[in-house]
């Protein structure tokens, strides 16, 4: 196909696809003629993670090249390409995770101990986390343990959910896009449908009879 | 109190603490001299709720004052109070949400109804997580039920511990604080958490000996 047929079939410009090219994050097409230029599957594939990558998770184009070699490495494993491309992806929009408090890394890091979690002291969610306690912790609030476990288990249920979606897809490069995809992508979907289980919850607690004080126990 | 000594417990600078009192978002203290004021407790708890406010909820001046209004009426509750401040509150940095796909925000709504959730669909999540859906349709994910049915689960999970964590808390304003708080710090921890859960689910999905082909079982 042509390229500008790639390029719809991806949502991007063909001057950004060309772009893509020349930096070497897809492959050249197969020259069939003096002006001509034939792409097939394989470049939809990789155009498309190469978007994930750049417009998605944020990445700049050096370190979609090294998630991308990784994918392409004749001894790659996906934990190997999970782990470039997780290392890459900022939280929240933040590329580099400011360091939290160490009494707030080390709440977090027994959290992962105690759940048994085979997570790295350099996942850039560790110190995102602790950020987000000592937030808490200048109000006042020192996010009692059955707080943190609530929110352990709830990252575990979606994780499992986001890894099992992984193994509905048979190639790497499509694997990999969803992986890129998903880590940004759930964040948003997740934060959105908590909004509306907070409302249902405040319905529970805050009664519309009740106009002083929050009840100790939710009505059933 | 002298207002530095108010400033100091709620980390703001005299002069935004002078700004939020001219506002009427902080009420005025007591002039007990010719060149003195005198403030209380009740002021650190409002400058610290409206610091909240503006500073973690992003909110506008106009904004939190309707908040406030809503705290401060004799007709109160705490529900009309949390629907103020959760309306205001955008969504992921956004202030206003982009409206999702008509498939995408039905698809939500019928989550919704599934659950059994007491929310409305003025609700700013609704299109959050709408626009999620919408994203991960253009690739090619079509995240279905049993995935959405995950984030629901982790929702709820969540969205219990947020609201008996208010429950600790006996002054409405300090309830209020850690709502909004709350709400927006809630999701950066849980991204941050989930980070570190992803890495746990991807360790054990993809094994490291695992070379090629993602497996469809995981290990025991």
């Not at 050249?28 to 994930?52: I, K, M, P």
């Not at 782990?83 to 707030?104: K, L, N, R, T, Y």
């Not at 959290?111 to 912790?137: C, H, I, S």
Request: hydrophobic content about 45%.
């Amino acid at each position: 196909m042509k390229i500008s047929e790639v390029c719809r079939l991806c949502g991007v410009t063909v001057s950004a696809a060309k772009y893509y090219v020349r930096e070497q994050l897809v492959h050249e097409g197969v020259r069939v003629g003096a002006n001509q230029t034939s792409y097939d599957e394989s470049h939809v594939r990789r155009l498309r993670l190469v978007r994930a990558l750049i417009e998605t998770g944020g990445l700049s184009i050096a370190a979609a090249k090294r998630v991308l070699s990784e994918l392409d490495s004749s001894e790659r494993s996906m934990y190997s390409v999970f782990q470039a491309a997780e290392h890459a992806i900022g939280v929240g929009g933040a590329s580099v995770a400011q360091p939290g408090s160490e009494v707030a890394r080390g709440r977090i890091a027994a959290l992962v101990a105690e759940w048994g979690w085979a997570a790295t002291l350099d996942n850039p969610g560790l110190d995102f986390a602790a950020r987000a306690l000592d937030g808490y912790t200048s109000i006042g609030f020192d996010a009692p343990h059955e707080y943190l476990a609530a929110y352990a288990d709830a990252a575990a249920t979606i994780a499992r959910a986001d890894l099992l979606a992984l193994a509905t897809r048979e190639h790497p490069d499509l694997i990999a896009e969803l992986m890129v995809v998903g880590t940004v992508l759930g964040d948003a979907l997740l934060a959105g449908i908590r909004r509306l289980a907070l409302q249902n919850e405040a319905a529970a607690l805050f009664p519309p009879t009740e106009t002083t004080q929050i009840r100790k126990e939710r009505p059933e």
